[in-house]
């Protein structure tokens, strides 16, 4: 048993460039998340998929996409990365996101942008 | 809209003494609370919560919080500092009323070391 397992563990780009962050949960849950996080910000809310099938944008959407590949995986995407997307990301599960339900965390993707 | 506020960044304590993590929240509605620690290289754990009941609460590894009300405060405690007690810890606050995920607001974050 896993958990959140996030691929890759670190990434550096040059500005423009694209990639997309992998992460996938074996515990069957029904809700997953991206967050960043930065020094002194704590985490933000990127993107969350309630369900399979759906996304819903959070609070620093911008400059991400993301995709509910099935209730495993949930990716997330930079088009054109920007130095401002120097971040810790963290993938997260839940078993619902209506009410509050834990979050389960993977050990997060070091992402530096030149 | 809620928020929360860590004061101190760094806290530094000796092996034994005792651990004080000091987080205030701003909500206009009564909070659910949270406490995560991240150890390094990891994602963050669930160390304890605050949802409705008795104001203080147990967590893991020895840990406790109490909610005050009155001082807007749920800060979190723990007796005698342990070595493996060094890690990252940030306070979360969100709102039981019409939950989403967008509704949950983290602290900054303080970095807890212990020294020998």
């Known amino acids: 048993n896993a958990g959140v397992t996030q691929t890759p563990k670190f990434q550096v780009l040059k500005t423009g460039q694209s990639m997309t962050l992998q992460c996938a949960q074996d515990m069957n849950h029904n809700s997953m998340y991206w967050y960043r996080q930065d020094p002194g910000m704590g985490l933000r809310l990127i993107y969350y998929s309630a369900s399979e099938g759906t996304t819903d944008k959070g609070e620093v959407p911008n400059g991400y996409n993301v995709s509910r590949l099935n209730k495993r995986e949930f990716s997330l995407r930079l088009e054109s990365a920007a130095p401002s997307q120097t971040s810790v990301y963290f993938c997260?599960?839940?078993?619902?996101?209506?009410?509050?339900?834990?979050?389960?965390f993977g050990p997060g993707t070091r992402l530096t942008v030149l | 809209a809620q928020s929360v506020t860590q004061l101190g960044s760094h806290v530094s304590v000796s092996e034994g003494a005792l651990v004080l993590l000091r987080c205030n929240y701003s909500s206009s509605v009564p909070p659910y609370l949270f406490w995560y620690v991240q150890y390094p290289n990891q994602g963050l754990q669930l160390l304890l919560k605050?949802?409705?009941?008795?104001?203080l609460v147990k967590g893991i590894n020895g840990f406790e919080a109490e909610f005050k009300k009155s001082e807007t405060s749920f800060h979190l405690t723990k007796p005698s500092a342990h070595m493996s007690d060094a890690a990252e810890y940030f306070c979360?606050?969100?709102?039981?009323?019409?939950?989403?995920?967008?509704?949950?607001?983290f602290g900054a974050g303080t970095r807890l070391t212990v020294k020998p």
């Open positions: 605050y949802t409705t009941g008795a104001t």
């Open positions: 979360a606050v969100t709102t039981p009323v019409r939950f989403t995920p967008r509704d949950m607001r």
């Open positions: 997260a599960s839940s078993e619902w996101a209506q009410g509050y339900n834990e979050q389960f």
